[in-house]
């Protein structure tokens, strides 16, 4: 098989792991290297008339199963409602001190959502206060609980803008940087986006998108609260928050308490960052995608002889 179709079934075997079927100018998008329009499309054409992969309207999967476009095509409305829930929820959450930007991550940002789905949040804070940020924003989600709506509010990832690279480069990484859906932050989201180009050397054809944030206007009371804190009483009430922050979690992961939904809740922390840490849960993943893909590239010899 020629390397654009080896290509193809790459970009497909990784969201067939989230049994997520692509359009062609998903595929297109995710591709490992590049090619010209022309040459992938009689690609595409040629893998689908060899039925190595199966072609639903205008979706393409692995999987001879209508079921996953139905799937996705439910999810894509889902997310929808969900986007525009998650628009009204940064314009909320940007009038905090010391936040910069605001992105919606995790399933969402590819455009999916069920009705257990979560609206993750990528969050971008000014240099040396994540923690002070994260501290009142996560204080705030405490009172959601009381109205139901802490779903709404997975502020789950954060950096700050002394550190906009994401030191992790791999494919996963990659895919969740370049799929970010910018909400607030314009200026701050396109330093991030240009911190990151290392994401050209997995996706050489998707090119992070021109900033679509809206402009962030502090407000007075904003202001006032940063200028009370720029200064090294900040610096030390940052530095106590990440220290009690980090020893709470890695109690939570120690006992083993799980999240809502049934994994052990575990935080990687840091001065300028601070994201989840489900155990081994990117390896596994990446793991399972060359699997995926040494099977259907290279078949077991019996499946062959079916």
Same mark, same amino acid.
């Given at each position: 098989?020629?390397?654009?179709?080896?290509?193809?079934?790459?970009?497909?075997?990784?969201?067939?792991?989230?049994?997520?079927?692509?359009?062609?100018?998903?595929?297109?998008?995710?591709?490992?290297?590049?090619?010209?329009?022309?040459?992938?499309?009689?690609? %595409?054409?040629? #893998?689908? +008339?060899?039925?190595? *992969?199966?072609? @639903?309207?205008?979706?393409?999967?692995?999987?001879?199963? /209508?079921?996953?476009?139905?799937?996705?095509?439910?999810?894509?409305?889902?997310?929808?409602?969900?986007?525009?829930?998650?628009?009204?929820?940064?314009?909320?959450?940007?009038?905090?001190?010391?936040?910069?930007?605001?992105?919606?991550?995790?399933?969402?940002?590819?455009?999916?959502?069920?009705?257990?789905?979560?609206?993750?949040?990528?969050?971008?804070?000014?240099?040396?206060?994540?923690?002070?940020?994260?501290?009142?924003?996560?204080?705030?989600?405490?009172?959601?609980?009381?109205?139901?709506?802490?779903?709404?509010?997975?502020?789950?990832?954060?950096?700050?803008?002394?550190?906009?690279?994401?030191?992790?480069?791999?494919?996963?990484?990659?895919?969740?940087?370049?799929? %970010?859906?910018? #909400?607030? +932050?314009?200026?701050? *989201?396109?330093? @991030?986006?240009?911190?990151?180009?290392?994401?050209?050397? /997995?996706?050489?054809?998707?090119?992070?998108?021109?900033?679509?944030?809206?402009?962030?206007?502090?407000?007075?009371?904003?202001?006032?609260?940063?200028?009370?804190?720029?200064?090294?009483?900040?610096?030390?009430?940052?530095?106590?928050?990440?220290?009690?922050?980090?020893?709470?979690?890695?109690?939570?992961?120690?006992?083993?308490?799980?999240?809502?939904?049934?994994?052990?809740?575990?935080?990687?922390?840091?001065?300028?960052?601070?994201?989840?840490?489900?155990?081994?849960?990117?390896?596994?993943?990446?793991?399972?995608?060359?699997?995926?893909?040494?099977?259907?590239?290279?078949?077991?010899?019996?499946?062959?002889?079916?």
């Amino acid at each position: 098989m020629t390397e654009i179709k080896d290509d193809i079934l790459a970009s497909l075997a990784y969201f067939d792991i989230f049994n997520y079927p692509l359009t062609s100018g998903e595929i297109f998008l995710f591709l490992k290297n590049k090619y010209e329009q022309p040459e992938f499309d009689m690609a %595409l054409k040629c #893998l689908v +008339g060899n039925r190595h *992969i199966f072609q @639903f309207g205008g979706f393409y999967s692995l999987k001879d199963d /209508y079921a996953v476009i139905d799937r996705r095509i439910k999810g894509n409305k889902k997310a929808a409602e969900l986007i525009s829930i998650a628009e009204k929820v940064s314009d909320w959450l940007i009038k905090f001190p010391y936040v910069r930007g605001i992105a919606i991550s995790g399933s969402l940002s590819k455009n999916f959502a069920d009705d257990n789905s979560d609206i993750d949040l990528f969050i971008i804070t000014a240099k040396n206060r994540l923690w002070i940020a994260r501290t009142l924003m996560h204080l705030f989600k405490k009172l959601t609980y009381l109205v139901n709506k802490q779903d709404y509010f997975c502020m789950n990832y954060y950096v700050d803008e002394e550190q906009l690279e994401i030191v992790e480069k791999t494919l996963y990484t990659a895919i969740e940087i370049v799929t %970010l859906i910018p #909400l607030q +932050g314009d200026n701050v *989201i396109e330093r @991030f986006y240009a911190a990151n180009t290392w994401t050209r050397n /997995y996706l050489p054809n998707k090119i992070m998108r021109v900033s679509s944030a809206k402009t962030v206007k502090p407000s007075l009371l904003k202001l006032a609260i940063e200028a009370l804190l720029n200064n090294r009483i900040g610096n030390f009430i940052d530095n106590i928050l990440m220290k009690v922050t980090a020893h709470r979690w890695l109690k939570k992961t120690q006992l083993k308490k799980v999240n809502a939904h049934g994994s052990v809740m575990a935080m990687d922390t840091a001065k300028h960052y601070a994201k989840p840490d489900p155990k081994n849960f990117q390896t596994n993943l990446l793991r399972q995608y060359e699997i995926k893909i040494a099977n259907i590239l290279h078949p077991p010899q019996n499946s062959l002889a079916q």
